[in-house]
C-alpha cells in the first residue's frame, strides 16, 4: 500500500495499533519524498505501543517476535528496581524514592510491595491491599522481556511473605547490587501491625544485600540484641554478628548522634566513618526512606559507598532542613522534597 504522509497515514496507524500483534504482516512503501514520513511512521508505531520493528531499507513489516534476537530496537537503559509501600498519603517510602531517583536521572522499575491508605504511623491502622500476584506477574514480565536491570533497592515490605517473594523477585531478576533498608523498627519499637518473627524474615533478604542502611532499633532487632543507646563498641560486635549470620553486605547505620551532628556510621573494617549534618530537633517521618534512596542513587551514579554516603546525607539535609519549617502535624505526610529535587537537579 502507498501511504500519504496525512490522513492515510493516521488511519493506517489507527488499524494497526487495534490489531493483534500475531496478525500484521505485508508491505508498505512511502512516497518518493516520504523519508520524513519513515520517520515519523517509526516515531508514531513506537507511541502507540505497537510491538513492531520495520527497515526502512526494505520496506518490510516484522511481527516482533521473528526479530527476539537480533534486528529489533533494543532497551539499552539499565532500570532500578524499586519495591517499598506506595503510601497513598503524602510523599513517603515508594513516592518519595522515585521522585529522588528521577530527579537523579535514574529510570525506575517500581513494584509496590503493598499499597496502603495513609503510612503506618500516626494514622491508626491504614487500609491495605495486597500487591503479591501482581508484582510476581509483573516480575515474570520483565524477565520475558530479558530487561537489564542495573540493581534493586528495597524498603518496607509489611510481611514475611511479602519478604519471601522480593527475595524470589530479586534472584530472577538478577540485578547487579542491592540496597536493602530494612525498614521495621525505630526508637525501640517495632512498627504498628509487624509480628516479633519480622526481623528474622528480613535478614533472610538481607543476605542477598550488597549493602543495607538500618538504623540503630534495626540493627539490634536483628542480631537479637538488647536495645541500648547507640555505640560503637555494640555497633562493631553487632556488624560482626551479622557477618557470622552470613550477612556480608556493608552495613551503614542511621540516625547516630555524634557531636551535636545527626548522621551515620559506616562500618569499615573495625572502624566507624561517620558523616553527619545539622540536626533539627523532632520526629521527620521517611526520612530512612529518603536516605536510601539517594544513597542507591549515588552508587548507581558511580560514587565509591563511602563518597555516596557523605554525598546522601548532606543533599538528605536540605530536605531535612525545608520539612523542620512546617508544623509537626505536617510531618506525618513526609519529607519536603522541593528543595531536595532542586539539589538533585543542579547537581547532575
Given at each position: 500500500?502507498?501511504?500519504?504522509?496525512?490522513?492515510?497515514?493516521?488511519?493506517?496507524?489507527?488499524?494497526?495499533?487495534?490489531?493483534?500483534?500475531?496478525?500484521?504482516?505485508?508491505?508498505?512503501?512511502?512516497?518518493?519524498?516520504?523519508?520524513?514520513?519513515?520517520?515519523?511512521?517509526?516515531?508514531?508505531?513506537?507511541r502507540l505501543n505497537c510491538l513492531i520493528s520495520?527497515?526502512?531499507?526494505?520496506?518490510?513489516?516484522?511481527?516482533?517476535?521473528?526479530?527476539?534476537?537480533?534486528?529489533?530496537?533494543?532497551?539499552?537503559?539499565?532500570?532500578?528496581?524499586?519495591?517499598?509501600?506506595?503510601?497513598?498519603?503524602?510523599?513517603?517510602?515508594?513516592?518519595?524514592?522515585?521522585?529522588?531517583?528521577?530527579?537523579?536521572?535514574?529510570?525506575?522499575?517500581?513494584?509496590?510491595?503493598t499499597v496502603l491508605s495513609t503510612q503506618t504511623?500516626?494514622?491508626?491502622?491504614?487500609?491495605?491491599?495486597?500487591?503479591?500476584?501482581?508484582?510476581?506477574?509483573?516480575?515474570?514480565?520483565?524477565?520475558?522481556?530479558?530487561?537489564?536491570?542495573?540493581?534493586?533497592?528495597?524498603?518496607?515490605?509489611?510481611?514475611?511473605?511479602?519478604?519471601?517473594?522480593?527475595?524470589?523477585?530479586?534472584?530472577?531478576?538478577?540485578?547487579?547490587?542491592?540496597?536493602?533498608?530494612?525498614?521495621?523498627?525505630?526508637?525501640?519499637?517495632?512498627?504498628?501491625?509487624?509480628?516479633?518473627?519480622?526481623?528474622?524474615?528480613?535478614?533472610?533478604?538481607?543476605?542477598?544485600?550488597?549493602?543495607?542502611?538500618?538504623?540503630?532499633?534495626?540493627?539490634?532487632?536483628?542480631?537479637?540484641?538488647?536495645?541500648?543507646?547507640?555505640?560503637?563498641?555494640?555497633?562493631?560486635?553487632?556488624?560482626?554478628?551479622?557477618?557470622?549470620?552470613?550477612?556480608?553486605?556493608?552495613?551503614?547505620?542511621?540516625?547516630?548522634?555524634?557531636?551535636?551532628?545527626?548522621?551515620?556510621?559506616?562500618?569499615?573494617?573495625?572502624?566507624?566513618?561517620?558523616?553527619?549534618?545539622?540536626?533539627?530537633?523532632?520526629?521527620?517521618?521517611?526520612?530512612?526512606?529518603?536516605?536510601?534512596?539517594?544513597?542507591?542513587?549515588?552508587?548507581?551514579?558511580?560514587?565509591?559507598?563511602?563518597?555516596?554516603?557523605?554525598?546522601?546525607?548532606?543533599?538528605?539535609?536540605?530536605?531535612?532542613?525545608?520539612?523542620?519549617?512546617?508544623?509537626?502535624?505536617?510531618?506525618?505526610?513526609?519529607?519536603?522534597?522541593?528543595?531536595?529535587?532542586?539539589?538533585?537537579?543542579r547537581e547532575k
Open positions: 500500500m502507498v501511504l500519504n504522509v496525512d490522513n492515510q497515514l493516521f488511519i493506517f496507524l489507527l488499524k494497526l495499533a487495534a490489531k493483534p500483534l500475531g496478525t500484521i504482516h505485508g508491505q508498505f512503501s512511502f512516497p518518493a519524498s516520504g523519508g520524513t514520513a519513515g520517520l515519523f511512521f517509526a516515531t508514531a508505531v513506537q520495520f527497515q526502512i531499507f526494505t520496506g518490510e513489516v516484522y511481527n516482533d517476535e521473528r526479530l527476539t534476537k537480533g534486528g529489533r530496537d533494543v532497551i539499552e537503559t539499565k532500570a532500578s528496581i524499586i519495591i517499598e509501600d506506595f503510601s497513598a498519603l503524602g510523599q513517603i517510602s515508594l513516592v518519595a524514592a522515585t521522585t529522588i531517583l528521577q530527579a537523579m536521572g535514574i529510570t525506575t522499575a517500581l513494584l509496590p510491595a504511623e500516626g494514622f491508626a491502622t491504614p487500609v491495605a491491599l495486597d500487591t503479591t500476584n501482581w508484582q510476581q506477574a509483573t516480575a515474570q514480565h520483565w524477565a520475558q522481556l530479558q530487561l537489564p536491570f542495573q540493581g534493586a533497592l528495597v524498603g518496607y515490605l509489611g510481611s514475611a511473605q511479602e519478604v519471601h517473594t522480593v527475595r524470589q523477585i530479586i534472584r530472577d531478576l538478577t540485578p547487579n547490587q542491592l540496597v536493602v533498608d530494612p525498614v521495621m523498627a525505630d526508637q525501640g519499637c517495632l512498627y504498628p501491625g509487624l509480628p516479633a518473627t519480622y526481623p528474622a524474615a528480613l535478614c533472610d533478604l538481607c543476605r542477598d544485600a550488597t549493602v543495607l542502611t538500618p538504623n540503630w532499633t534495626e540493627l539490634c532487632l536483628m542480631t537479637g540484641q538488647s536495645i541500648s543507646e547507640p555505640n560503637p563498641e555494640d555497633c562493631l560486635h553487632m556488624a560482626k554478628l551479622l557477618h557470622q549470620s552470613g550477612i556480608t553486605g556493608q552495613l551503614v547505620v542511621t540516625g547516630i548522634h555524634q557531636d551535636g551532628r545527626i548522621g551515620s556510621w559506616l562500618v569499615h573494617g573495625d572502624q566507624l566513618l561517620f558523616s553527619g549534618a545539622d540536626y533539627f530537633p523532632g520526629h521527620f517521618y521517611g526520612t530512612g526512606d529518603c536516605f536510601a534512596a539517594l544513597l542507591y542513587g549515588y552508587l548507581t551514579r558511580g560514587s565509591k559507598l563511602h563518597t555516596a554516603v557523605d554525598q546522601a546525607t548532606q543533599a538528605l539535609a536540605v530536605a531535612v532542613k525545608e520539612t523542620a519549617a512546617v508544623p509537626m502535624g505536617e510531618r506525618l505526610l513526609g519529607m519536603q522534597l522541593k528543595k531536595l529535587v532542586t539539589y538533585l537537579t
